[in-house]
T-cell receptor, first 112, second 112 residues
Framework: KAGVTQTPRYLIKTRGQQVTLSCSPISGHRSVSWYQQTPGQGLQFLFEYFSETQRNKGNFPGRFSGRQFSNSRSEMNVSTLELGDSALYLC???????????FGQGTRLTVV | ELKVEQNPLFLSMQEGKNYTIYCNYSTTSDRLYWYRQDPGKSLESLFVLLSNGAVKQEGRLMASLDTKARLSTLHITAAVHDLSATYFCAVDHGGATNKLIFGTGTLLAVQP
């Protein structure tokens, strides 16, 4: 059974640029959540999508956005990148709300 | 607002010793998770605790949940070097959504 797949694994961007990260959940899972991990702030919830609808959102600026497609694949976008956006971005998929979350390998974003 | 406190932040222990990691959370929740993270890697699910008094064991790790005290523990028995990693507890925000609030993590270093 394939796990959660995140692409790309590594990314280097310049301040002011925008970036799009992709997450393919486990087959059959309809909930996708995104988290940001930094040494200073730890693991923080970004948002959750279920059946193409954003169901929950964390305390992040509007530069962070996401969407989910009909096949449950999800993308997150960060516009006008700042140095502080450098982080490991983790995607998690679940069968449904309240079910166990399984994490992907993450995308390591470096903003220079 | 749900807050999760984990201690200690860092734990250095010798092989063969026992120790406990504590996870306190601030509001009622029915679901608590323990994850392991190796350096540069993603989160590996260890335990899912769903009810008061739940106890789960896997190898040298045992997790328990006391929802009345809002406390979960991860007990390590006879530690071995392979257990060296960062351990996170995470509390589900509740309801039919998937929003995990993570503790700060405990960096465990098992010395031979």
């Amino acid at each position: 059974k394939a796990g959660v797949t995140q692409t790309p694994r590594y990314l280097i961007k310049t301040r002011g640029q925008q970036v799009t990260l992709s997450c393919s959940p486990i087959s059959g899972h309809r909930s996708v959540s995104w988290y940001q991990q930094t040494p200073g702030q730890g693991l923080q919830f970004l948002f959750e999508y279920f059946s193409e609808t954003q169901r929950n959102k964390g305390n992040f600026p509007g530069r962070f956005s996401g969407r989910q497609f009909s096949n449950s694949r999800s993308e997150m976008n960060v516009s006008t990148l700042e140095l502080g956006d450098s982080a490991l971005y983790l995607c998690a998929s679940s069968l449904q709300g309240g079910a166990e979350a399984f994490f992907g390998q993450g995308t390591r974003l470096t903003v220079v | 607002e749900l807050k999760v406190e984990q201690n200690p932040l860092f734990l250095s222990m010798q092989e063969g010793k026992n120790y406990t990691i504590y996870c306190n959370y601030s509001t009622t929740s029915d679901r608590l998770y323990w994850y392991r993270q190796d350096p540069g890697k993603s989160l590996e699910s260890l335990f899912v605790l769903l009810s008061n008094g739940a106890v789960k064991q896997e190898g040298r790790l045992m997790a328990s949940l006391d929802t009345k005290a809002r406390l979960s523990t991860l007990h390590i028995t006879a530690a071995v070097h392979d257990l060296s990693a960062t351990y996170f507890c995470a509390v589900d925000h509740g309801g039919a959504t998937n929003k995990l609030i993570f503790g700060t993590g405990t960096l465990l270093a098992v010395q031979p």
